[in-house]
């Protein structure tokens, strides 16, 4: 930890995921660790499992995973390795 930033707990990300979070999810851009590609959620296969199973459309690769278990929406992240969202100017 660079000791030159104020240490604080995870509720500063509170506004910051909250962005993220929010809104029309398949416009957000994820980045494959796999292969580098790059595109929108809503171009990813997805495979009904035991939840949906979102794979990258080039390499194949498992991105992440969403299980609803009962009250909870468990999210597994795979080989995504960045999601970005693209505020409106």
Not at 35 to 44: F, I, M, N, R
Not at 50 to 73: I, K, S
């Amino acid at each position: 930890m660079d000791a030159s930033g104020e240490m604080l707990d995870g509720n500063a990300l509170a506004g910051a995921l909250g962005d993220v979070l929010v809104g029309d999810a398949t416009t957000m851009v994820g980045v494959c660790d796999a292969c580098g590609a790059s595109g929108q959620l809503g171009a990813v296969r997805v495979f009904a499992a035991a939840g949906a199973v979102a794979r990258c459309p080039t390499c194949g690769e498992v991105l992440f995973a969403v299980v609803e278990a009962g009250e909870r929406v468990v999210l597994g992240i795979g080989r995504l390795r960045r999601l970005e969202l693209r505020r409106d100017a």
